[in-house]
């Protein structure tokens, strides 16, 4: 159970407490079988399965290509799918992610994955039990006026599940107002809550670099044009991107972090060409942009000071994920109705990780949530000793389901 230092206030906790076992043992499966993105067959199976046992109204499946949604009606009938006076739909979206990751689990407990070189390294099993809890609750109670709309989403893991979702008509589908994730933090201790009205993860772009010099015989380089000086000399002024371009008071990130070159064992050969990798985040789309021409120039300029040749390739994968002001104020007023003021962190500090619920963000107003999970001796992310605090089920569970009771409160008889 929960940490007995802090209370959960309300009766949606109360609630769901009662069905910690339950999400405990769901979560545990999720964790035992992980799948990448647009492979969660299982994951998705599972989800039906606890879904229809809840009880819910419709459950849709195949929405960006293993993505699931379940819709929820309130108590009043005549809500269904209606919009308020102002003309916005009077639905909600709560959203989990469900993929897992390409690692080798070093975990020796019973749940651990049993699947070879995959594992739930960043919680998404956790994510997926809790929004099951709310679900179950939600249609359990039904103590909101509007439609709550469940969005078990694939491939946040460098597959863009949620653009999928959306450009398979998710919000033309399920027309919500507004939408809200949320991600566990192992840096947070166990029911504390954080949000900022704002930048929340910043953009992710991946940059490929490829050199082309002139091979030859490493004893002999003076006939070469050494394509791994080159990269050498590129990563080193790529650096100073950053502390000469971009003003200190922004945000940003270069790391080239792969270098490919040359064959293992040809130890006296000077290859032909070299390739870097790497990735580059930002919150400001100026920031990025200028980034990316920077770069391209720079590259440039150092090869050929060497006689080289550099071409840049700039993908952009996830913009930054940036909540809107009135739903992150929102968000913290109902995390606050739940664990008290002193457990909510209404200015957190943004990441420079990336997260694909951007896109939903970019789609629909909405905000995204951390939730503390963390404690002495917690892993943190993409750690191949991660495991999901299964304590905090319960109240992730309770605040995705009060965000929809506080955003539709029961209409007056």
């Known amino acids: 159970m929960l940490a007995p230092r802090y209370r959960v206030n309300g009766r949606a906790f109360a609630h769901i407490v009662e069905a910690h076992p339950e999400l405990t043992a769901l979560r545990r499966d999720l964790h035992a079988h992980p799948e990448l993105g647009f492979e969660e067959v299982y994951t998705s199976g599972r989800v039906v399965q606890a879904l229809k046992a809840c009880g819910v109204d419709e459950i849709h ?47 020796e407990f019973p749940w651990r994955s049993a699947r070879s070189g995959l594992m739930h390294g960043c919680g998404h099993d956790g994510h997926t039990a809790m929004l099951v809890g709310a679900a179950r609750y939600l249609a359990e109670t039904r103590h909101f006026s509007g439609t709550a709309v469940l969005i078990f989403q694939p491939g946040e893991e460098g597959y863009a599940g949620a653009r999928a979702m959306i450009e398979d008509g998710l919000f033309e589908r399920f027309p919500v107002r507004a939408v809200y994730g949320m991600h566990n933090w192992p840096a947070m201790p166990p029911g ?5 009205p704002g930048p929340m993860m910043a953009a992710s772009d991946r940059v490929t670099i490829e050199i082309t010099g002139r ?8 006939l070469a044009v050494d394509p ?33 070159a040359g064959e293992s ?7 032909g060409k070299a390739t870097l990798e790497g990735t580059v985040r930002t919150f400001n789309p100026v920031v990025q942009q200028l980034i990316e021409q ?41 995390a606050q109705s739940l ?9 957190m500090e943004p990441s420079m990780g990336s997260e694909d619920f951007s896109f939903m963000l970019q789609a629909r107003p909405g905000a995204y949530l951390r939730i503390g999970q963390g404690g002495e001796g917690s892993c943190f992310l993409h750690n191949n000793r991660y495991d999901f605090n299964d304590d905090i089920l319960p109240l992730g569970a309770a605040l995705h389901a009060s965000l929809v009771e506080q955003a539709m409160p029961v209409l007056p008889s």
Request: aromatic share 4%.
């Open 61 to 107: 499946t195949g929405i960006g290509k293993t993505g699931v949604v379940a819709v929820i009606h309130g108590r009043d009938n005549a809500s269904r799918w209606m919009h308020d006076e102002a003309g916005h739909p009077c639905a909600i979206g709560l959203r989990a992610d469900m993929d897992a990751l390409p690692m080798s689990e070093l975990n």
């Open 339 to 347: 664990v008290g003021e002193k457990q909510v962190v209404r200015d």
């Open 215 to 222: 091979g030859g015989h490493g004893a002999h380089a003076y």
């Open 228 to 260: 791994v000086l080159v990269a050498a000399h590129i990563i080193t002024a790529a650096q100073s991107i950053v502390s000469r371009n971009v003003r200190p008071l922004d945000s940003a990130v270069i790391s080239l972090c792969t270098l490919r």
């Open 192 to 196: 504390m809550i954080g949000v900022n």
């Open 265 to 271: 064992g040809a130890y006296s050969v000077i290859p």
């Open 294 to 334: 920077r770069l391209n120039d720079l590259c440039s300029a150092v090869a050929l000071g060497f006689g080289a040749t550099a071409t840049v390739r700039y993908d952009r994968n996830y913009p930054a994920t940036i909540n809107t002001e009135p739903e992150a104020r929102f968000a913290a007023d109902v």
